[in-house]
């Protein structure tokens, strides 16, 4: 067989040398500039989908992300679909895009969008472990970071590139990994605009924070430093692309509701003696408004539009009634009461709670309003006396606590191997 030597047109695309267009000869044909690049773009998104295809494995349907999710958070049955939904097309995106060798041109050529998502929602609602579930499903890079902490560049405090830092740190420096991350922004409330604060001044913790966050969230090219340091003494940056990046914000928004029922609610006619009064019944009830929430009313809230629209997936999460919070108590793979008979088995003790006293905890939780956050405190209240003591005490079988322990009325009661045993007293 003759090797052509000096072949005078491109043997992918037939490019014909010219002094503008030079060609690398090989053993059997040729190849021009343009057609190295492509090959370099092929050769790339080869590597990127194995590495995808290495961390993400199959990423599991909606509906199965869903039911994953019901075993570690109670109820919010929407917003879980909302998130099941939005997480597996971005992930299918990922996966579809990183296989794309370059071949088709431009033309017709679909570009698929990210859809940020925005969990709205009272405190201890169940925000920040729904986002962390969905990482774990997924397994990717997860990162929490408080919004309060954040200031604009050039102020005392954090940049919002140190997000992407501990993104970074998250996946062991591979900037890869990162890229494909989650990151959720908690307490993005914060943030809002104050309606009192003068026009002059500099808002660098609210809308200053949300400005600087705009090309974060939208996707850009971001140099990041990583740990350590150079030979020179100064710190080692990566360039890492957000466009991949899926971005949870999540906040209680106070006072939203108030927003939603203005806009939706029935006008009233006429002033003083002359208006109508308004039926409480027809008012609809706080969980109902937060189902109408539209991106207008985040805007008279406070958050600027260009952050608004940079998060169109809206997800709201309900209040939790004591039903709820009985569920969360005894139903998911890690609840409470699940934990802290698991800590009194490693004494060989078993833990009861009578069904009242679950309802006295609910009850209580929702006077604080602290929602699910609450519960674990009050426990702690309660069965502080008995986990000083019992390490210290032998001979205790079973320990109870009814609704009069969790009042404060009674002792918890301690059942021995033969007989009643003494009572542990309950922290009032």
Not at 393 to 419: L, M, N
């Amino acid at each position: 067989m003759t090797r052509t030597q000096d072949p005078s047109h491109c043997s992918f695309c037939g490019t014909e040398k010219s002094p503008d267009t030079p060609l690398i000869a090989g053993a059997g044909g040729a190849i021009c500039e343009e057609c190295v690049k492509l090959a370099d773009q092929v050769v790339a998104n080869w590597g990127r989908k194995r590495a995808l295809t290495e961390m993400l494995g199959t990423v599991p349907k909606p509906a199965r992300i869903k039911e994953i999710l019901d075993g570690y958070v109670v109820g919010q049955n929407l917003a879980k679909e909302i998130l099941a939904v939005a997480v597996y097309n971005h992930y299918k995106r990922l996966k579809h895009e990183s296989g794309a060798a370059g071949l088709d041109g431009e033309d017709g050529v679909v570009e698929l969008g990210k859809s940020n998502i925005l969990l709205l929602g009272p405190t201890g609602t169940g925000k920040t472990l729904l986002a962390s579930t969905l990482a774990r499903i997924v397994g990717v890079p997860f990162v929490v970071a408080d919004a309060t902490t954040l200031t604009q560049a050039g102020y005392v405090g954090e940049d919002v590139e140190s997000i992407l830092s501990r993104l970074l740190d998250v996946a062991d420096g591979q900037v890869e990994r990162a890229e494909w991350g989650i990151v959720y922004l908690d307490e993005v409330d914060k943030l809002a605009r104050s309606p009192e604060m003068a026009n002059s001044s500099r808002d660098i913790s609210g809308e200053g924070v949300q400005q600087a966050l705009l090309r974060l969230v939208e996707g850009a090219q971001v140099k990041v430093s990583v740990k350590g340091k150079r030979r020179d003494g100064n710190p080692e940056e990566v360039l890492l692309d957000t466009r991949n990046i899926l971005f949870l914000a999540g906040g209680a928004f106070p006072g939203l509701e108030k927003h939603v029922a203005k806009r939706i609610g029935p006008a009233r006619s006429g002033i003083g003696f002359h208006v109508s009064p308004v039926d409480a019944e027809q008012e609809p009830a706080p969980e109902a408004l937060l189902n109408e929430i539209q991106p207008n009313d985040l805007r008279h809230f406070g958050l600027i539009p260009e952050f608004i629209g940079r998060f169109p997936v809206l997800a709201p999460l309900q209040p939790l009634d004591e039903a709820a919070l009985i569920s969360i108590l005894t139903e998911p793979k890690n609840a409470l009461v699940r934990q802290y008979q698991k800590l009194f088995a490693y004494e060989n003790v078993d833990l009861e709670f009578t069904e009242d006293a679950l309802k006295h905890i609910a009850r209580k939780a929702i006077a604080r309003e602290t929602g699910a956050r609450g519960l674990r405190s009050i426990l702690e209240q309660v069965l502080r006396k008995p986990m000083f003591e019992i390490p210290s005490r032998t001979g205790i079988e079973r320990c109870i606590v009814d609704e009069d322990v969790i009042e404060g009325r009674t002792d918890i009661k301690t059942v021995p191997d033969s007989a009643v045993g003494q009572p542990l007293r309950a922290a009032g």
